[in-house]
């Protein structure tokens, strides 16, 4: 289904490409009957490269197939510098299927092997590890009635060269040495572009390599229209006047779409988390920081990050002999010789205070010297003024929790925590902790309110959690197991977050199902497929590596207890839990995710496999969600596919992140999807320009882009754009919806086109025509218009998108569609294209069944009618 629809898109693109010069050129060409054909990756860039192609008549004069253009790149390791393909051998087998091996670096013990029928669209990549404790350099392969013999050189070996056998490509002989004479390596060294380099040559029809320029030409003119922004409408545009438009809705041919289509991601991405989300305001609380959660780039990072200690004669150290449990292994011990100086926490980037706001405030403490000691609690400023104060008598020498409430009498942004205790000695401390009382909807360990309402104010109709690759981490030890974010905060498992800094796991999986219950959005939890992120750059062989499969079971089983645990009954055993930590009533999940953006190697489809049957087995009514990838083409893309079409998937997770041109040039990408197959739930997506900004530009795609989602919103179930929210000055990623700083969140504009949306789905969609006064197709795609119906309400919504640089006078025709009233709600969104501070703005404007409107240059209006 993919393929055909991936064919007719090429089919129709390179019919616009025959009216261009290059393809005049060629159809007067007379072509030979054969060609030779060169494989190879340029040397001169250190493999940070794809497979590319030259080809030649006479094997003396070569011509690039594109400049630079790679038609397989390497998929190991992490994006970035890792991915390498050194030295790729390209040979064909008896059945005519071109076969590719090559080198990845020059540590592990692996080579990569990929196969395609036509040299363009290549299969799912593997990677067998042959060799332990060395490496595998320059691969080459022989055959012999169907069994392959894959042979190598490796640098740290006497002898040097090793071999393995295969039918498959899947399953391997054990590694053995060979001589010399066993292996016959036939690239040959060949100048392109004046640059010696070294690969396989293949005597070919001219039409393989007439396909391969088709492709790349294909490729350059895409690239071409993602180029397009609004830097370029006044050369574009130039002569372009003010449109009309009349837009006829029609009455009959309405179909039900999804009404969960906006919804919200939340991946503890930018400092989401700790220090945003999460309204925790003590860093490191409990002193787990360790040098390995930023990879040892920062030697502050470690168990005493964030705190301090006054007086010259005053210390502090981490121990781990008796802690509170096992899982929070560090504490501090604070030893007291100049009463009056203490222990203080700068918090995240300073502690934000609201005057005459509450916070509670708690420790456990022990007693190292078996006598009673008095902390004074305090909030205090740079300078030393005092916000807050209380006290708490420690008078145990077993951990004991403690609490306090402080009120703060003056509203700051960069107050500190300081504790001083009031007599000499020795004292362990752990999970302190400040809350401001005031949380979202007042929970306990609970979120951010103004943070948590902005997003509640989305509506969203689901929140997918707890992120995408912080959910299968960073190898295979580094992913997220929701049974370590559950129960008490000191019983919890914190670890290394995959972005770079620390997950304490406060902000748990019965937090994210609360958040989900309070703002009315149905709960999506993303659980890995047994395999870490494709970004992982540990674990041996990278992300290709998986839970073993004596363990799948097991995690399998943690699956299965995720369901229990969110709707079991309180007789359940985790059921139980949940009622135990205040929710006996279930949370009523429906949908869960297995996996993210993963690569769709055998490894991944076994492992995948096991938990999809297991969850359909036991909980049939739940919707498994499946991965496709982390674009929208491409071999993962097009395996995902067809993993879903073999196990019957009921919805996959696409996601793709593209430039303003790419969106609006792409409205139609819904449109040629088989309705009979699995439903689509676009998990991340947003629109990106050089620079990553998020202004009216970038939100106006998007608003244009979802107004073909909902025409499609009977294949489209769900969407949600990525990421959601941002730190300020701990940004790891642009664009981002929502930044925010300790006391002040920032909406973005591409955050308001959200909210429209959400606060305005509908779940009947109503087809329309449009026709404008200009026919130029440049000018009819950056026109975007939805009509749906909320059955609940009755109200017609009307989205209305124009991204041109003049206004479009607009008629309406909503005959027969039940319009009696007036006058009708209308939000206008406009500015200039790099406005980053647009916002909407409602007012009533005069309607009938048929009236006009003008949609200003660069603008998305909402106008919602009520109905009979």
């Not at 790679?70 to 076969?99: C, E, V």
């Not at 013999?149 to 039918?167: D, P």
């Not at 360790?290 to 040892?296: C, N, P, V």
């Not at 009514?621 to 991965?627: K, Q, W, Y």
């Amino acid at each position: 289904m993919k393929n055909k629809i991936k064919q007719n898109v090429i089919a129709f693109a390179i019919s616009l490409l025959m009216v261009l010069p290059f393809f005049a050129n060629n159809a007067k060409t007379e072509h030979p009957g054969s060609v030779y054909l060169f494989a190879y990756t340029p040397e001169n860039v250190s493999g940070r490269t794809g497979l590319q192609f030259a080809w030649s008549v006479d094997r003396k004069s070569w011509h690039s197939v594109g400049q630079n253009y790679n038609f397989l790149l390497s998929d190991y390791g992490r994006w970035g510098s890792q991915k390498k393909m050194i030295a790729p051998y390209l040979f064909q087998d008896a059945h005519g299927t071109y076969h590719c091996v090559w080198s990845l670096n020059d540590k592990d013990g692996t080579f990569a092997h990929a196969a395609s029928k036509d040299l363009i669209s290549w299969g799912r990549q593997s990677y067998p590890e042959v060799m332990q404790n060395n490496n595998c350099i320059k691969p080459i392969v022989s055959q012999n009635n169907g069994v392959f013999t894959v042979s190598w050189k490796s640098s740290a070996a006497a002898n040097g060269l090793f071999a393995v056998t295969t039918s498959n490509f899947v399953d391997y002989s054990a590694t053995k040495t060979i001589q010399d004479t066993e292996r016959v390596d036939l690239r040959e060294k060949i100048t392109i572009a004046g640059i010696p380099q070294n690969g396989t040559v293949h005597k070919v029809i001219w039409d393989v390599v007439n396909s391969l320029i088709k492709n790349e030409q294909l490729a350059a003119y895409n690239n071409q229209l993602k180029e397009e922004s609004s830097k370029t409408d006044a050369v574009r545009f130039a002569s372009l006047k003010p449109l009309n438009a009349t837009i006829t809705v029609e009455a009959t041919g309405s179909k039900k779409i999804s009404n969960m289509l906006t919804g919200v991601f939340f991946e503890d991405i930018n400092y989401a988390a700790d220090g945003g989300l999460y309204a925790e305001l003590i860093q490191n609380r409990g002193f787990e920081y360790a040098l390995s959660d930023k990879e040892g780039h920062d030697k502050s990072w470690n168990s005493s990050k964030s705190w301090s200690v006054e007086g010259n004669q005053n210390t502090f150290t981490i121990d781990s002999l008796s802690p509170i449990h096992e899982n929070n292994k560090h504490y501090a011990v604070l030893k007291i010789t100049e009463i009056g100086r203490g222990f203080s926490n700068e918090g995240f980037d300073g502690i934000a205070l609201k005057a005459g706001d509450k916070y509670d405030f708690s420790l456990f403490c022990r007693n190292l010297a078996a006598a009673k000691t008095k902390l004074i609690i305090r909030l205090t400023g740079k300078n030393g003024e005092k916000y807050a104060e209380t006290t708490i008598n420690s008078n145990g020498v077993n951990w004991k929790k403690y609490n306090a409430v402080l009120v703060s009498n003056k509203t700051v942004t960069d107050a500190k925590l300081e504790i001083l205790p009031q007599s000499q000695g020795s004292i362990a401390l752990d999970m302190i902790s400040l809350f401001p009382q005031k949380t979202f909807k007042g929970r306990k360990n609970g979120l951010r309110s103004d943070l948590a309402q902005t997003i509640a104010d989305i509506q969203p109709k689901f929140m997918r959690f707890p992120g995408g690759c912080v959910a299968h981490g960073d190898g295979v030890d580094n992913i997220y197991h929701w049974k370590n974010t559950i129960g008490p905060l000191e019983s919890r498992k914190p670890q290394r977050n995959l972005w770079g800094y620390h997950q304490s796991m406060g902000l748990g999986y019965f937090e994210y199902f609360q958040f989900c219950e309070d703002m009315g959005a149905a709960p999506l939890p993303v659980v890995a497929a047994g395999v870490p992120c494709q970004n992982s750059g540990t674990g041996g062989a990278g992300q290709q590596g998986g839970i073993p499969m004596s363990e799948m079971d097991d995690y399998v089983q943690d699956v299965l207890d995720l369901i229990e645990y969110a709707n079991g009954d309180v007789n359940t055993k985790w059921g139980k839990k949940r009622a135990e930590a205040g929710h006996p009533k279930p949370f009523n999940l429906k949908y869960v995710g297995i996996g993210n953006e993963d690569l769709i190697t055998d490894i991944f489809e076994e492992r995948f496999t096991m938990i999809f049957n297991a969850v359909k087995a036991k909980y049939p009514e739940i919707t498994v969600i499946g991965t496709v990838g982390p674009f929208y083409e491409g071999t993962d893309y097009t395996e995902g596919w067809a993993l879903a079409d073999k196990l019957n998937i009921p919805m996959v997770d696409e996601h793709y992140y593209e430039s303003v041109g790419w969106f609006i040039n792409n409205q139609d990408f819904y449109d040629k999807y088989d309705r009979s197959k699995a439903k689509v739930y676009l998990g991340e997506y947003a629109a990106f320009l050089p620079g990553r900004p998020n202004n009216i530009e970038t939100a106006l795609a998007e608003a244009l882009y979802l107004t073909s989602i909902e025409r499609n919103g009977d294949v489209v179930s769900m969407a949600s754009i990525a990421p959601m929210l941002a730190k300020e000055g701990h940004t790891q990623w642009n664009p981002d919806i929502i930044y925010f700083n300790n006391s002040e969140v920032k909406p973005t504009v591409g955050y308001q086109v959200q909210k429209m949306y959400g606060n305005n789905a509908g779940d009947v969609y109503l087809p329309n025509n449009i026709m404008l006064s200009d026919g130029n197709e440049a000018v009819r795609k950056r026109i975007g218009v939805s009509v749906v119906r909320d059955s609940k309400s009755n109200d017609l919504i009307l989205k209305l998108v124009n991204m041109l640089p003049v206004a479009v006078n607009t008629q309406l025709d909503l005959k027969n569609l039940g319009v009696t009233a007036s006058n009708a709600s209308r939000t206008l969104l406009t500015g200039v294209p790099d406005s980053k501070t647009a916002l909407p703005k409602t007012d009533t404007i005069a309607i009938s069944e048929n009236f006009s409107t003008e949609l200003p240059a660069y603008s998305f209006s909402l106008i919602r009618i009520k109905t009979k």
